[in-house]
């Protein structure tokens, strides 16, 4: 009886799970059907070697370079897996969701239209189940994007990764799913998408991956089930406690249920073993007595009243719910906690390094359209944001219609300069049931672009209002530094650092918002001492004469800071704005004025600063200055004139208002693609300026003066001219000639007669040399310095 207990029990037992897991593969406490049997069979079969009658393919190199390192990493977060798997899952469900929005008839019926993510454990097989009811793939699906990369920017993502070993960031390359093979050696994807048959993808990551037609799992309906063979060392993953929590740490956010097949204590009543009760019955009969025999018969009849069951503890297995799939964007801002935020960005972003976001703007928009939006200024700028910003059309945007997802890659939503902020929008207004090209041209969507601009712009001015590295206001700071956690210190450099040429690209291209990014714009001064400063602080340091906002372009500040053009503006006491991204010279042909004041290259004709004598000057000079011009009429410049910008340079060279600057005839001269007709064409007239109170023009005045046809003298003048050039930084066009001047000069000041010529070699029979004994040891000893060296 007791054997038939135990089978009772057994039958009872927590092995017949729900429909849905009767088509979902490994069966827990194994199920003895046919098609389990097909099933190991083809198991066994794949463990040994891949399926005999597969079709099989080899990686792409660069996948099996990754898989290489990720196979051999000793990269210890290895958990980093299971949320790109549940990522993939997401993905692929938002997919198929996307397109029943059109067509109902995709989503088929039952089972299958349960949007859902579906965990399994399989101990004594060591095999991890994913599985989603999401898009699925065909064949060729599988075999393109688990076989090859298409995003570029792996290849560095792989020399990253073996430099550093970081691997959190997997997810941003889109190469999530290899990181499978961090926990297991043996992968199968078993797939089934509407439009093809059932196939199974499966892989060692040894170079090759198989794919064949799957005729002994279960029919899936639709989805992808991943089935990880786990390697011996990680069976952790086998512990649902540690998936549990797993799922909860990284996955909380998605929007789809995340079931676990989990086991259950519960406790039961079952009847109470028989046997036991006979053998109490006997006991109790062999004790007694017949005296007792009444007494007996009273027992016996309270007996039958007690329950004939006892409680004992059993597994159960069922569907346990992991995440709860709270929409953050759909809560009052007052109730989400910063914690709260710093996740959802962390999942938004795939990056689940400990890196929190900048800064957070969370609304929610009402009115003709209405939308609940999140923005997020990341921690970093990611590696290739500048790039190649003018050719992909990456937005970091996702676009929900009444919290379903519909895209990504809605360039619509935020202009190109903002595409480094993530986040996401879900719109009531906008139709749910159309195509995408359809909501593209949404009219809404210009609507709630303007508004996402706007709250963007606030956040980062909030970023700046809330820095005490920002304030002017040295008793605001310090009572601010004095706070124990100041975090907030120095939060806007650490902005401008990462994403500032984004605020300047946005002066570009983005006209109606210009003033707005303007004041978000910083840099160095002359005056600034190493630190950002706005355009805010320059205006108010501004002195009482000064009309117009100085500025100077060049390669670096340290060069600037040495420039000709800022003699006299630093002996005057003037702040010069110092340029030096390429960038900025782009920037400056945008941004025309702020404030109501005009900005002024230093380097370029028109800057205005008052020199008493300026008339006198020019009148006294006014022959030498004439004489100049008609001696570089074919160096094409444009006009010599008394300087006021110089002190104790002798000359510079500056530029037309409009043309080029130096710096910026430099930076189109190193494009190569740059067209040479249009740089002609830019290229800023040339004025030559020098500084009448300088000996040298002085003198030159004299020289001109006496023999205005001395051709030294000419000579000397054109010299200066070119060293004004170099030194204004242009590049010079001949510099052959330029060196002939220098060198006919240096003649002069030796004594040496220009017309004397260098020494003819002799001409001596042609024979081959012959190394001296000297020269041999020189030799050997310079080889050998260099073998040392
Ligand atoms: N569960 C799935 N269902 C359907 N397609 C999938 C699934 N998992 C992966 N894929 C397909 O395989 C591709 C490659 O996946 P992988 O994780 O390597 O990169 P990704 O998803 O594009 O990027 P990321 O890792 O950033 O999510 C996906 O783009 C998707 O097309």
């Known amino acids: 009886r007791k054997v038939q207990a135990n089978a009772e029990a057994d039958s009872d037992a927590p092995v017949d799970p729900p429909k849905v897991e009767e088509k979902f593969g490994a069966v827990p406490n194994g199920l003895s059907t046919d098609s389990d049997v097909a099933k190991r069979e083809a198991e066994s079969m794949s463990r040994k070697t891949l399926r005999a009658s597969a079709e099989k393919f080899e990686f792409q190199a660069e996948v099996s370079r990754l898989m290489d390192i990720l196979i051999n990493s000793l990269y210890s977060n290895k958990d980093i897996f299971l949320r790109e798997l549940i990522s993939n899952a997401s993905d692929a469900l938002d997919k198929i969701r996307f397109l029943a929005l059109t067509d109902k008839e995709v989503l088929g019926e039952g089972d299958n239209t349960k949007l859902e993510i579906q965990i399994k454990l399989d101990k004594e097989k060591k095999i991890l189940s994913i599985r989603d009811r999401g898009v699925g793939m065909t064949k060729e699906d599988l075999r393109k994007n688990l076989g090859t990369i298409a995003k570029s920017g792996t290849s560095a993502f792989v020399e990253k990764m073996q430099t550093s070993g970081d691997l959190n960031l997997i997810g941003q390359f889109g190469v999530g799913f290899y990181s499978v093979y961090l926990v297991a050696d043996y992968v199968e994807v078993i797939s089934k998408h509407n439009d093809d048959k059932q196939y199974v993808w499966e892989s060692k990551a040894d170079g090759a991956f198989a794919i064949s037609e799957d005729t002994w799992n279960e029919p899936l309906g639709r989805g992808t089930e991943i089935r990880l063979h786990l390697r011996d060392e990680a069976g952790e993953y086998l512990d649902e406690l540690k998936l549990k929590e797993l799922v909860k740490k990284y996955s909380e956010f998605i929007n789809f249920p995340i079931n676990l097949w989990a086991s259950k204590e519960v406790e039961k009543e079952v009847p109470a073993d028989e046997d036991e009760s006979i053998d109490e ?225 946005g002066i570009i291209e983005d006209a109606t918002n210009r003033n707005r990014l303007a004041k978000l714009l910083r840099f160095e001064t002359t005056k600034s001492d190493g630190k950002l400063t706005s355009l805010d602080q320059y205006i108010s340091r501004m002195k009482s004469s000064q009309k117009d906002i100085f500025y100077i372009t060049g390669a670096s500040k340290e060069q600037l800071e040495k420039s000709p053009f800022l003699e006299r503006l630093n002996k005057k006491d003037y702040e010069v704005i110092l340029f030096t991204d390429p960038v900025d010279e782009y920037l400056m042909q945008y941004l025309m004025d702020y404030e109501d004041k005009k900005f002024q290259n230093v380097s370029k004709e028109g800057l205005k600063l008052k020199d008493s004598k300026t008339k006198e000057l020019k009148e006294s000079f006014k022959g030498l200055t004439k004489w100049w011009k008609s001696t570089l009429a074919s160096d094409n410049v444009e006009d010599v004139k008394i300087s006021n910008r110089l002190a104790d340079t002798p000359c510079v060279v500056v530029t037309s208002k409009y043309g080029w600057s130096a710096y910026m005839e430099k930076i189109m001269h190193s494009q190569t693609l740059s067209d040479a007709s249009k740089q002609a064409y830019m290229r800023g007239k040339r004025v030559l300026e020098i500084n009448p109170r300088h000996p040298i023009i002085k003198a030159l005045r004299e020289r001109v003066v006496t023999d205005p046809e001395d051709e030294s003298v000419k000579l000397t003048a054109k010299l200066i001219y070119q060293t004004a050039l170099m030194e204004s930084g242009f590049d010079l066009s001949d510099p052959k000639d330029f060196a002939s001047h220098i060198y006919s000069s240096v003649k002069s000041s030796l004594n040496i007669s220009p017309d004397a010529t260098v020494e003819e070699e002799e001409d001596e029979a042609e024979e081959p040399e012959v190394e001296t004994k000297a020269e041999e040891e020189s030799a050997s000893e310079e080889s050998e310095l260099k073998d040392e060296l």
């Open 281 to 505: 019955e006997e006991t109790s009969e062999s004790s007694s007595s017949e005296e007792d025999g009444e007494e007996e018969d009273a027992e016996k009849a309270e007996d039958e009243k007690k329950p004939k069951t006892k409680t004992v503890k059993e597994t159960t297995y069922e569907w346990e719910l992991l995440n709860d799939m709270k929409a953050i964007w759909l809560r009052s801002p007052k109730e989400v906690t910063d914690e709260e935020y710093n996740k959802f960005y962390h999942s938004l972003a795939k990056d689940f390094s400990e890196d929190k976001p900048m800064a957070w703007s969370h609304f929610n928009a009402e009115g003709d359209v209405e939308f609940k939006a999140v923005l997020f200024i990341p921690p970093k700028a990611p590696h290739d944001l500048y790039e190649s910003y003018y050719n992909t059309k990456q937005s970091n945007l996702k676009l929900y219609v009444r919290r379903v997802f519909i895209s990504d890659e809605f360039n619509e939503l935020l202009p190109k300069y903002l595409n480094f902020l993530m986040g996401l929008v879900d719109s009531d207004t906008l139709p749910l049931n159309v195509s995408r090209e359809m909501l593209q041209q949404h009219s809404s969507l210009k609507t709630i672009k303007k508004k996402l601009i706007r709250k963007a712009l606030d956040m980062i001015r909030k970023l700046a209002e809330e820095d005490p590295d920002e304030t002017n206001d040295k008793e605001k700071r310090d009572v601010e530094e004095s706070s124990e956690e100041n975090e907030k210190k120095g939060q806007y450099a650490k902005f401008w650092n990462e994403f500032g040429k984004s605020i300047k690209l």
